[in-house]
């Protein structure tokens, strides 16, 4: 290459580099000038920031005063030893103390005396937990002491620990709570009035129920012309319905009042379901309506708790069903929906009480209403079957107070069915019965209800029995005739068509292979139909309906055990030998003295009077203690009561000494137990049935 070509070539290159640097410097002033741009911008939003930043400090610094000026508790700031830094103006107005002074004082000086050793513990948990919360007293500056709650926590300040408290003024709080317990200790004074006022006018209307009800009883038992037995009954009635009244009050009074107290004693359920059936069979029997009564297998006897609370529950449900049922049954049902095991090795069944009829139903927008006080169906059904309306309120308070669950259905014009869902402590003490078998046995079953036929059948073929059933006499009866198979015993119901019990026995006896089969009637028709049946030479026992599975037991094993050409009827077995008491007889009421006399004398025993505790134990001193067999007393009496009599005799006779049973006009619970506490054996409620009465004493008899 020639030199002009050489610097020709230099010469471009050299104008390159001078553009290509012209365009650098250019790119980095303007590179400078976006920067310088950019800085003054941060520049310009780091000073908003910063006046943001200390706005938001002043305004929460002016929060935190506002709210440390003005809270309605005290708060103090000061070290762990306890100097008071700062405190707000709600703590300098409760210690009434100047501003000026109060970042002199000592927090723990401020406390009372008494609760020095309280602030000293506060101090540690503080140190070692950060927090600590306690009630004490602080002193003001008159000198006089006010309750505060102190809430206190450790808070970083200036680099290091400080205690925030806060202090609570509990003197409104405290006044508030004393008139609470001033206004409940009213109340309970009330209550207490309103039980003793209760017990005062159960006592007072009690006493002449006595005469009236004992009275009427007895005159019941005296031949009486047709007219005089329907006002006797009339008046029988009455007093009943009136006692009931009287009951139903107070048990209601009870449960508001939330005085209604469960017992935990051993007792037997079927004896507790037969006592209730007992209270509405007559009824029943009246309307000759079907009572049926199953208590599933699996549901165990033995049972703790209340059966008083529990039978009111099903008398209450059986005596509506009764009551409101004018054709068909009522049905008790009762099984076990499950079993739960403690850890303490104790069992709880969780038992299921349904109580069913075919009675008028009710409808579907009544079912929330009738376990409200003094409700009903509706204003006819109160005119037609009267009542209070209380039945139903009572019952569920007393599964309430059982932890338990109620429930209705029902259906206008086809009938209701109550359920009872309530828990009961299994008594392990009481083994299961061991039911005995007759796998060789037959047993002939004539039974009218569908229901009962069918369940008597089941529990005579778990019995081993090869059961023959029939629904009518007639099929029965023709089945006889035609068969020569011999049976070993036969059940026959009392109330069936065409032939009743009696009649059909009669002709059953009449054929040549049944002779010598024992009868057993059944019957739901009370006392009078099982006196009959005692003087019947067909029957040699009875069962009354309900039939309950232990009574079937023992009415087959009599039959089916007795001796061959024993005298005895099993009926006879079956009845209580009476013998005469000498029993003591303790009233100071002459009409209600009178009435017991009477019941005693029925009852065939040998009777003394005395008219008040002092003069009983004067007797028992002059006789000796086995002069009597058993002593009947009122507890309510003059000179000496009947709880202090019970005592002294006790002390007087510790060993082998009469049974003493209570006579009482008083109905409330906790009574029952302190009348039961002082000696007594047994108690009875005024007024007093003969039947009741003659149990009680039966145990003499033993």
Request: hydrophobic letters at 40%; one cysteine or more.
């Amino acid at each position: 290459m020639n030199e002009d070509a050489l610097q020709s070539a230099v010469a471009v290159c050299e104008e390159r580099w001078k553009k290509r640097l012209l365009r650098e410097r250019q790119s980095r002033k303007e590179a400078e000038a976006l920067l310088e741009k950019k800085s003054l911008e941060l520049y310009q939003l780091g000073l908003k920031l910063a006046e943001e930043s200390e706005q938001r400090i002043q305004d929460q610094e002016a929060a935190y005063q506002a709210l440390f000026d003005y809270t309605l508790d005290g708060i103090v700031i000061h070290e762990i030893s306890g100097e008071i830094i700062d405190a707000n103006n709600e703590f300098i107005k409760m210690l009434g103390v100047s501003p000026a002074l109060i970042s002199g004082l000592k927090f723990d000086g401020l406390h009372s005396r008494e609760h020095l050793e309280r602030v000293k513990k506060a101090r540690t948990a503080i140190a070692e937990n950060g927090a600590f919360r306690y009630e004490s007293e602080l002193v003001r500056a008159d000198g006089s002491e006010f309750s505060v709650e102190v809430s206190s926590s450790l808070l970083a300040f200036e680099n290091r620990s400080v205690v925030q408290t806060f202090v609570r003024d509990l003197t409104e709080r405290n006044s508030l709570i004393a008139t609470l317990i001033s206004a409940k200790e009213e109340a309970d004074l009330a209550n207490q009035a309103k039980s003793q006022f209760l017990a005062n006018m159960s006592h007072e209307i009690r006493t002449p129920m006595n005469g009236i009800v004992g009275v009427t009883e007895l005159l019941s038992r005296t031949p009486l012309r047709t007219e005089q037995s329907e006002l006797v009954n009339t008046i029988q009635r009455s007093g009943e319905n009136l006692l009931d009244i009287i009951n139903a009050i107070l048990d209601l009074s009870k449960i508001e009042a939330g005085r209604l107290k469960l017992e935990e004693k051993p007792f037997s359920l079927e004896d507790c379901v037969e006592s209730a059936l007992d209270a509405v069979k007559g009824l029943a029997s009246e309307k000759s309506i079907e009572l049926l009564c199953e208590i599933a297998p699996e549901v165990q006897d033995g049972v703790i708790g209340d059966s008083v609370a529990l039978r009111q529950v099903l008398v209450n449900f059986l005596g509506n069903a009764v009551k409101f049922t004018e054709d068909g049954e009522v049905k008790l049902h009762i099984c076990q929906k499950g079993l739960e095991q403690k850890k303490n090795g104790s069992a709880v069944q969780k038992l299921v009480v349904k109580v069913s009829d075919t009675g008028i139903g009710m409808e579907q927008e009544v079912l929330n209403e009738i376990f409200k006080k003094f409700v009903q169906v509706d204003g006819s059904t109160t005119r037609q079957y009267g009542g209070t309306g209380l039945g139903l309120a009572i019952t569920q308070g007393i599964v309430n107070a059982h932890k338990g669950t109620i429930s209705v259905k029902s259906e206008l014009g086809i009938g209701s069915e109550f359920s009872v869902h309530v828990p009961y402590r299994i008594n392990i003490q009481v083994q299961p019965k061991r039911r005995r078998l007759y796998p060789d046995k037959r047993l002939l079953l004539v039974e009218k209800h569908p229901s009962i036929l069918a369940w008597l059948t089941n529990e005579c073929q778990d019995l081993g029995f090869e059961v023959v059933a029939f629904g009518d006499p007639i099929s029965a009866g023709r089945y006889l005739g035609e068969s020569d198979i011999a049976f070993d015993v036969a059940l026959i119901d009392m109330g069936m068509d065409l032939l009743d019990g009696f009649e059909f026995a009669e002709k059953m006896k009449a054929l040549p292979g049944f002779r010598e089969t024992p009868l057993v009637l059944i019957s739901c028709l009370g006392a009078e139909t099982l006196e009959k049946a005692s003087n019947a030479s067909p029957f040699a026992a009875y069962l009354a309906k309900p039939v309950f599975r232990s009574r079937l037991d023992e009415v087959l094993d009599l039959v089916l055990t007795r001796s061959e050409g024993g005298a005895d009827s099993v009926i006879e077995a079956q009845e209580r030998k009476k013998r005469s008491l000498r029993v003591l007889l303790v009233e100071d009421n002459p009409i209600n003295r009178r009435v017991a006399m009477i019941m005693l004398n029925n009852l065939q025993h040998e009777v003394t009077e005395a008219v008040d505790g002092q003069q009983a134990l004067d007797l028992l001193e002059q006789r000796g203690g086995d002069a009597f067999d058993a002593i009947l007393m009122d507890v309510y009496m003059p000179v000496l009561d009947g709880r202090e009599a019970a005592r002294r005799i006790r002390k007087l006779m510790p060993e082998n000494g009469p049974r003493i049973i209570a006579l009482t006009a008083s109905a409330l619970p906790e009574e029952k137990d302190e009348i039961l506490a002082a000696g007594f054996d047994v108690l009875l409620t005024k007024p007093v049935r003969i039947d009741l009465l003659d149990e009680a004493l039966s145990a003499c008899s033993d």
